[in-house]
């Protein structure tokens, strides 16, 4: 058995933290070094770059001047009130929570200058072949991956070394959530209204293909991949992992101080997952003629396989608990599960998408209710998983006494989250290549290249299926172990004020029991307030799009001199998601506080626990039913049930319709917003317990 | 202040109970005496019948089959095993159970005698004006209310007098909401099976009007409005209501005994709620050119106006505790809010319901997106509406001793409840005249008639949304009092066996939470196999549809002689809802069964919680945007938007059918379901306390 200090293994996961970053750089010279030559798909990488660009921008400076405000009530009012506090401890905490905005808002930009790239790169490698097409998706995606994960590592070690205490940790991780929060949920407003609008116009009304560049919205559609997918992705799974890693340590330091086992194992476990991580990344392949599925799916296997060996031979020469580390690999077996699980309603080999294909033979209607169906079907094993993996990370671990069962799920949800370098790469693959598709058919790179990109994209929707199981699921137990927190620091902050403390969350006590059911109308709020959202700016794009076609001579018979205007739909998406992303964010924080002030801790026990009740469910419901709609429109565009232009397509291009903002705008949000309201709860939690009607 | 024991308020509950039933003798014979003389109406009518009662009949076979191997089980088994405990115990309790199945059964059985001649009363009287038309459905829907709720308040009444137990109060109350859970199912999916068909084929394929004759679906969709609409909703408010009582009578004994003040108070306050409705109902009138929405709601508020002074002067004379009429009292106000704002959100004159029919215009994933998101929408006031009067009726009542609190809760749902009678006679009077509509029409009485209906009707649906607000308010709070229940009687069986009994259920407590989390699953799947089950039959009956349209000669021309076969269409209905009722709810049960072996009372605690909050939320989600929908394609029917044939018009008729099995199958049954699994929690608590694994 090695001793080792925890300042030592803080230090070791920095230098993991460096060289995934430096990996990153590779890689990113490695795609940018990729050739290309094509001048037309080089102009239209232009637009989207630009376009990207100038939304990213925009929302930065809306999200800059949000942040200044909240910086400047948290350097008044937390972790306590200037006037009575430490000021010195008040403004860790800001510069804690700035460092958190900035390092996650950089985690969107370097996605976005990358995919940027790799998508066209991609679509000029589909010229030789799947492997080098494959090969620049890839490592376009991990760049994002291995720089999101390194980021986050560094930002909370860098936290915890320099200010020495774990609720400044919580205020970095307030910090990388609230802009995730925003930034999905503008991304996802962003890329939906101008998908949905581009489908409509474009295939459903005029017939023409997904990416025809006489379509005004085909430059927004695709900068919305960029923007939503690949930036908002970013910033919410930053979220996630610190997060997860906040839980863990606010609990760690609180069974054993800083410099405990604990606090060792939390770091030396993340740092593990991100090594795992490098290596899966850098040992990834495909065959001349692969499969693009298998290939992600071994290489999150094998990821998975490496972190459970290194943690265990870890936990062996440290001597660290084995409890914990069981929980750990309870996280990461369930997780795969749940991944499994999802890829069961969302794949088409599987009958839930061929029943609901077969059922648009009848309308659009029965898309409708059958797909809905199985969304609602779909979160029984997902939650059974998260249920069972809590109960039995809880249980292997409160032998080791009080407080470690609460401490076994957080490490659970850090084991399901262990492999996110990997998970990153592979959902950043997914927009990088349904780019590359659109690029290869506006370039005009001929048939055989468009079905490598069709390829390479359908495994990007496939595997989003197990990937998104592990992050619902990681994201399930990481509010369950923030919950743990806030009680950890309400019973802080009460022993610091002299006040009494708190056991329990009692159902049976009303004032829970009135959080609770008001927390259960949040996350239904929320994604309504983003889909209405979504909703009305597809409804003026799609108007413009129609007064582009109606009055701009030539364009529908896509004559040469008949250049759509692009940046007019780029400017209404992104005029529109600027608008609509604060209200629903801004909505959850204030329901906070309103909750707080009337009930005080308790109310705020129950309203979290509403919160993680609804929003499980929301999320698991329309991220598979959204995924299952859009998996069954292509089984029947693949020629089933009729084909492109059946009845049965007419209606699965609703379905899928409706699924878009479900899977992509709504659904992934819920998670960042309860993650938020927990940290908010957390980092109030002295307030709420000195002022509150009940 | 008078003294009165409560054997004698018993005795005035029966009065009232058997004054109610005369008084529902009486209006069946006044709604029968009605003239009726138009021999094609009568020749239809007798279809529908038909047509409604083969369906019964088949229905309670196989229900009383279910209900035959449960009373076995109960005999054996509760309320302790035959072995252990007194054998006369559990003959009580088999014959309670099996008394409330008959009364529910025998509810739904008068609700359909009456409902199919008040349908052709009422289409008859249309010939002579709005008023008698009205008074027709109004009255027939009054029978139903008033046996149904006299027989409740006479069942409760009897088993507790006679068995002198409140255990036996819930083994009633188990047998009437078993019986409805499969009731409703059942009757849910024919009717919305027939409904959805018959609009698909005749509406929406071959333009023609909705009760037109040549459609072979027209009578089965006829016959769904009286055995999904009212016999369904008759056993499901029976249901609430018993449940609601027993509840605050299981409370209320053990608070202070079973000749105490407080069971006193829970016969007293049900009585006069009776007779409340039975005055509401009496005066109930229309003027000659009258309002028929105007007469809904302002017998409505008669009823409740009386309800409140009757039960003050009550509290007053007998000098019952005032703390808890506040409680009722609160629940009164809190009902009428929630009915307001679910009428804001369903309301044709109101944004979101205008909005939809807006958004329809740029077709029908916009319908299925913005309903849905308003249904999310909705439910935030009716969340915060139970949450706040569940806080204020606790706190009124907690000052008057332990466990005065939750028996607070209980009696807020019984003020919410209080009413019932009247609900059920508007909510009743809904299908006959959408009935007598369909009559008027197949029957030819001309235009003037059929627009007198189509007022009768579109008032149905907007008093509907009132209603339903009292409805789902009560039953959120019955079930939460159920969950005080379900304490109350693992005390009790712990107390006896010696062993420990429980304080709370604290949420981080990883076996509460577990179950929590399993428990948000079931109302989601119970709802996803019901409308599957809609799906898989609508579309067996489309089917059915073309096929008689192409096989019958002359049909599709409407020639005298060619007639279809309606009684293959009520066949196909009947067959699958019979199939598809069983599975979901029998689903519920064993996994109540399932969480309670592994997790024992603390799961068990977690698990109807969470069975708490995913069904409210699903069931106001899934009813109010569902009634949203409904009124969005009647609002562009009736010219907004291009009317009907317009693209608005299609679009919106696509979410009527997919809100049609959410409002009036899957929506309203989880009320239900979530009855029958509090319930039997309650009665196997002294089992799971015995045998778990955690």
Same mark, same amino acid.
């Given at each position: 058995m090695i001793q080792i200090s925890s300042q030592m293994i803080q230090v070791v996961a920095i230098l993991i933290s460096v060289l995934a970053l430096g990996f990153a750089a590779w890689l990113y010279t490695w795609v940018k070094a990729q050739p290309s030559s094509n001048a037309r798909i080089a102009e239209i990488g232009e637009y989207i770059r630009k376009g990207a660009n100038t939304f990213l921008r925009r929302e930065y400076i809306v999200l800059a001047r949000f942040t200044a405000i909240v910086a400047v009530l948290i350097l008044v009012f937390?972790?306590?009130p200037i006037w009575k506090g430490n000021i010195a401890d008040n403004i860790w905490m800001t510069v804690s929570y700035i460092f958190g905005t900035v390092l996650s808002a950089l985690a969107g930009k370097i996605g976005i200058q990358v995919a940027t790239i790799a998508n066209i790169k991609s679509a000029e490698a589909a010229k030789q072949g799947i492997k080098p097409a494959f090969m620049a998706g890839f490592r376009g995606g991990a760049v994002m991956g291995m720089a999101v994960v390194g980021s986050s590592l560094l930002g909370v070690t860098l936290v915890l070394m320099l200010v020495g205490d774990a609720s400044s940790v919580l205020g970095f991780s307030f910090g990388a959530s609230s802009l995730a929060l925003f930034a999905k949920a503008g991304g996802g407003i962003f890329t939906k209204t101008a998908d949905i609008s581009a489908d409509l116009v474009g295939?459903?009304?005029?017939?023409? =293909?997904? =990416? =025809?560049?006489?379509?005004?919205a085909v430059i927004a559609d695709n900068v919305g991949d960029n923007v939503g997918d690949v930036a908002g992705m970013g910033a919410d799974l930053f979220d996630s992992n610190v997060a997860s890693m906040s839980a863990a340590l606010v609990m760690a330091t609180s069974l054993g101080?800083?410099?405990g086992n604990n606090v060792k194992m939390v770091f030396a476990y993340a740092a593990l997952g991100l090594l795992s991580s490098i290596i899966g990344v850098a040992t990834a392949r495909i065959g001349k003629n692969g499969d693009p599925n298998k290939a992600l799916n071994s290489s999150t296997y094998v990821t998975t396989a490496i972190y459970a060996i290194l943690t265990a031979a870890t936990t062996y020469l440290f001597g660290f608990e084995w409890r914990i580390w069981g929980a750990t690999a309870v996280g990461l077996l369930v997780g795969t599960i749940i991944g499994i699980a999802s890829d069961y309603f969302t794949n =088409?080999?599987?009958p839930p998408v061929r029943e609901v294909a077969e059922a648009s033979k009848s309308g659009p209607a029965f898309t409708i209710l059958s797909g809905f169906s199985y969304g609602l079907l779909s979160a029984l094993p997902a939650l059974i998983g998260i249920a069972v993996s809590a109960l039995l990370a809880y249980n292997i671990c409160a032998p080791l006494g009080a407080g470690y069962g609460m401490f076994g799920i957080a490490m659970s949800a850090l084991g399901m989250l262990s492999i996110v370098g990997m998970i990153i790469s592979n959902d950043a693959y997914g927009p990088i290549v349904d780019n590359s598709r659109g690029l290869a058919e506006m370039g005009g790179l001929g048939e055989k290249v468009i079905a490598i990109s069709d390829e390479l994209d359908s495994a990007g929707n496939t595997v989003k299926a197990v990937t998104k199981g592990f992050s619902i699921g990681a994201a399930g137990l990481t509010v369950i172990a923030l919950l743990g927190a806030f009680m950890s620091e309400v019973n802080a902050a009460a022993a610091e004020l002299g006040l009494p403390g708190i056991q329990n969350f009692d159902i049976m006590n009303p004032t829970v029991f009135f959080g609770l059911i008001v927390g259960l109308a949040i996350p239904a709020v929320f994604s309504a307030m983003l889909m209405l959202g979504v909703d009305k700016n597809a409804q003026r794009m799609v108007a413009e799009i129609h007064r582009q076609f109606d009055t701009i001579p030539g364009l529908k018979e896509g004559r040469e001199d008949a250049k759509p205007d692009y940046d007019k739909c780029i400017d209404i998406a992104t005029t529109g998601a600027l608008k609509e992303l604060i209200p629903a964010g801004v909505m959850a924080i204030i329901s906070t506080l309103v909750v707080g002030f009337i009930g005080g801790a308790d109310a705020i026990g129950g309203f979290l626990t509403g919160n993680i009740a609804s929003g499980l469910l929301l999320a698991l419901l329309m991220s598979n039913s959204g995924g299952l709609w859009d998996n069954a429109k292509k089984y029947i565009e693949a020629?089933?049930?009729?084909?492109?232009?059946?009845t049965a397509h007419k209606s699965a291009v609703v379905g899928d319709t409706v699924g878009d903002p479900f899977k992509d705008t709504a659904g992934p949000s819920i998670n960042t917003q309860i993650t938020v309201v927990s940290l908010v709860a957390s980092l109030l939690s002295v307030i709420f317990i000195q002022f509150s009607i009940f």
């Open positions: 937390l972790p306590s295939k459903v009304e005029m017939g023409i =293909d997904e =990416d =025809d560049p006489r379509n005004p101080g800083i410099a =088409d080999a599987k020629g089933n049930f009729g084909g492109k232009g059946s």
